[in-house]
């Protein structure tokens, strides 16, 4: 067997001069699956996803895209390769309308983005009802599917998500679980990190179990659910 289609690959670094925040870390997610990250706060689960989108410098270990060595891309270049990255925070402009807010998504693009701005609509009805409304003005659930409508736009081959859920109530966890199956169906691979780790893992191809920068458990999502180990530990019991 090959690599994984995308691999971030015994990353060891940190931030700027500090001290190294991964220690040989490895995350990884095939074609059209969804691989999830999970672990205590603080872990290192954000910083392993800006390590594997190319916004930290690690001095060992190596990012591959679909067999290329990616690790010295610029996050623009990543883009360009087909990696989309929606941050833990700040993830939509507030004062520019929903549309406005998808547009920007396809910044890159200089074909027509009609087809795909529908296509996000398709996923999120409520955004095609709202496209003219500022993000701002949305719900904790309609802005996370800005976020992600927006980064759908660049018609990204990975799509890398940073706690897709954070705030919102579990009806709307679900929901947007289903979106999200529903891209990986497409055959979009998605890396994402969450706080609700139960619920996550049970809708994931792999999963990592993050402590202290390193890999503590990697497994299917069914086997992290059904080790004893792992639901103690990291699933409250
Ligand atoms: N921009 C930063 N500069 C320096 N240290 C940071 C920065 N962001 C996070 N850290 C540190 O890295 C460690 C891991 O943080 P983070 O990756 O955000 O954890 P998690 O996402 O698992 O909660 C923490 O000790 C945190 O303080
Ligand atoms: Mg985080």
Avoid: W
Wanted: charged fraction near 20%.
């Amino acid at each position: 067997m090959g690599e994984p289609y995308l691999i971030g690959k015994g990353m060891t670094g940190g931030y700027g001069r500090g001290a190294d925040i991964l220690h040989d870390c490895t995350v990884a997610v095939e074609k059209g699956e969804i691989a999830v990250i999970v672990g205590p706060n603080g872990a290192g689960k954000s910083t392993a996803m800006k390590a594997v989108f190319g916004m930290l410098n690690i001095h060992t270990g190596s990012v591959l895209l679909d067999g290329e060595d990616i690790t010295a891309l610029t996050p623009q270049d990543r883009v360009a390769a087909g990696m989309a990255f929606v941050p833990q925070t700040g993830n939509v402009f507030p004062s520019m309308s929903v549309q406005e807010n998808l547009e920007m998504g396809a910044f890159l693009r200089r074909d027509d983005i009609s087809v795909t701005m529908e296509q996000v609509f398709d996923l999120f009805p409520i955004l095609r009802d709202k496209r003219r409304q500022n993000a701002g003005e949305l719900s904790g659930g309609q802005r996370q599917q800005v976020a992600v409508g927006r980064a759908l736009m660049t018609q990204p081959k990975v799509l890398m998500l940073d706690e897709p859920t954070a705030g919102v109530s579990p009806i709307v966890m679900d929901e947007l679980f289903d979106r999200i199956i529903e891209v990986a169906r497409t055959g979009i691979s998605i890396l994402m990190v969450e706080q609700n780790a139960r619920q996550a893992l049970n809708i994931a191809d792999k999963g990592y179990v993050l402590v202290q920068g390193a890999n503590r458990y990697t497994d299917t999502g069914a086997a992290l659910l059904a080790n004893p180990d792992v639901r103690r530990s990291f699933l409250g019991g």
